[in-house]
C-alpha cells in the first residue's frame, strides 16, 4: 500500500481546480453513484462551488434545520491528484443517526482497491475527533464489501442494519476514539 502511505487530506480549495475537476470528470463518465453527496455539485463555476461546500461548515452558517453542519475534504496524492472525497457531519440528527452516519467517504473509480479508502477513513477520523466528535457513525450499504472492510479495518463495529425508505439496507458501524 504505498501508493496509499503518501496521501493527505486538505480542505477544497482554487488550488487544486484541474486536479478536482479531473476527479469530477472520471466518476460522471464512469456512471457509478458519486459519494459523498458533495462531490455531485457541479464544479463548472467553481468558485461557487467552493463557496456551497463551506456554506454550511458551522452551526452560525445553517440556514436549514434539518441540516447538520458538515465540512468537506479532498484526499490528495504526492502527486496533487484528488483521490476521494470525505463529507463529515459534525453532529447527527434523527436521519443521520438511522442511515446517514458522521462521515461520507469515496474514492475515485480508478484508485480503488489500492488502499486509499482505510487510510481516507483513518484521516478523516483524526478530522473528526478534532471536531470533538467522540463515538463515529459510519454507514455502508449490505452488500458493499469493500466499504464494510474499510470501516472494519478503522475499528468498526457492527450495531445494526437499517431499511432505508427506498427498500435499500445499510449496515451500521460506530468507531470509537
Excluded at 54 to 60: A, G, P, R
Excluded at 163 to 169: A, L, Q, R
Amino acid at each position: 500500500m504505498s501508493s496509499a502511505e503518501k496521501v493527505r487530506l486538505v480542505r477544497p480549495s482554487a488550488e487544486y481546480r484541474e486536479p478536482y475537476i479531473a476527479f469530477y470528470k472520471e466518476w460522471i463518465d464512469s456512471g457509478e453513484p458519486m459519494v459523498p453527496w458533495v462531490i455531485r455539485k457541479d464544479p463548472s463555476d467553481f468558485d461557487a462551488m467552493l463557496d456551497f461546500l463551506y456554506s454550511q461548515d458551522s452551526e452560525e452558517k445553517l440556514i436549514d434545520s434539518l441540516w447538520v453542519p458538515h465540512s468537506t475534504y479532498w484526499l490528495i496524492d504526492g502527486q496533487e491528484n484528488v483521490i476521494g472525497a470525505v463529507n463529515i457531519r459534525h453532529r447527527l440528527n434523527e436521519k443521520l443517526l438511522l442511515s446517514g452516519g458522521h462521515i461520507g467517504y469515496g474514492i475515485r473509480p480508478s484508485a480503488r482497491r489500492k488502499g486509499y479508502a482505510t487510510v481516507q477513513l483513518e484521516l478523516a477520523l483524526r478530522k473528526a475527533r478534532e471536531l470533538g466528535i467522540g463515538s463515529v457513525l459510519v454507514v455502508c450499504d449490505r452488500n458493499h464489501i469493500g466499504s464494510e472492510k474499510t470501516i472494519r479495518n478503522n475499528g468498526g463495529r457492527f450495531d445494526s442494519e437499517v431499511t432505508e425508505e427506498d427498500g435499500s439496507i445499510v449496515k451500521r458501524f460506530w468507531i470509537d476514539p
